[in-house]
């Protein structure tokens, strides 16, 4: 089964980026020519947010890269779910491997965070994806199944979830996925959906690839059927080949 879902396209700009550099970047995306028929959100550091809702234009929305597990307060150096929501933020990022596997965020703590930012009305991208020795063993499926019900359990449903699909050992490191790859654990993740949730929510939710994509690579990964947009880093740093990226739709609508 194929997804239903618009294309998605997500730029993580990580921690990267100054005011200047980050004016450059909305520059180029406000006047990029973006076709029409895919959801492109963009997700700077905290510190830049208030800049590009400001002035960011051509249907883009915005994600923070994190928020915290519930409500706010005596929570040094967090950010809460509303204070994004507050600000104009429509998506946050919860999962992503930096955070898993750099500042040992653990399964259970990121699904109760989505729980709490759906509840308080954002998107969720939820990042799931294997290390390099997990897939040498055979445990690609175990690790990500293992990720997709941790959140399972904590969120009410897959209404504005967004899967992001990054393999650990494709993240920044120029070493993408092969198009046969990628689909192939995107449809395990559709088949798990299926059997977890509902044939609905297999077909309505976007599953999404990130691991080195670049506007070399992003259409071969589009014309794969279960691959319903992308989770973009370094590439999202470059506003046309973003576009490129973004438009890579286009591989997709022919193959369907
Ligand atoms: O982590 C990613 C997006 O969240 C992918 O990063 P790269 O595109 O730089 O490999």
């Not at 040992?104 to 991208?125: M, P, R, T």
């Not at 691959?227 to 591989?251: P, R």
Request: hydrophobic share 40%; glycine share 12%; aromatic share 8%.
């Amino acid at each position: 089964m194929a997804g239903s879902g618009k294309f998605f396209v997500g730029g993580n700009w990580k921690c990267n980026g100054t005011k200047e550099s980050i004016a450059k970047l909305v520059s180029e995306l406000n006047s990029a020519k973006l076709e029409s028929d895919v959801d492109v959100v963009v997700s700077p550091p905290f510190v830049y947010l208030d800049q590009v809702i400001g002035s960011i234009s051509n249907g883009i929305e915005v994600s923070g890269q994190n928020s915290w597990i519930g409500k706010g307060g005596a929570f040094t150096g967090e950010i809460s779910a509303e204070q994004l929501s507050d600000i104009g933020c429509k998506w946050v990022i919860h999962g992503h491997s930096e955070r898993r596997h750099i500042l040992g965020e653990a399964n259970d703590f990121i699904g109760k965070k989505s729980a709490y930012a759906l509840e308080k009305g954002l998107g969720v991208i939820a990042c799931v994806g294997e290390k390099l020795e997990e897939r040498e063993a055979g445990k690609t499926f175990d690790v990500v199944f293992e990720q997709l019900k941790a959140f399972a359990e904590a969120i009410s449903g897959w209404d504005n979830v967004v899967i992001a699909y990054e393999p650990v050992w494709a993240i920044g490191t120029g070493k993408v996925a092969t198009p046969q790859q990628a689909q192939e654990v995107h449809a395990a993740i559709r088949k798990w959906l299926t059997d977890n949730a509902s044939t609905e929510v297999a077909s309505k939710t976007r599953i999404i690839y990130g691991g080195s994509v670049n506007g070399a690579n992003s259409s071969e990964l589009a014309k794969q059927a279960d691959i319903d947009g992308f989770l973009v880093g370094g590439a999202s740093l470059k506003g046309a080949e973003f576009a490129t990226i973004i438009n890579s739709v286009t591989a997709k609508k022919v193959t369907v």
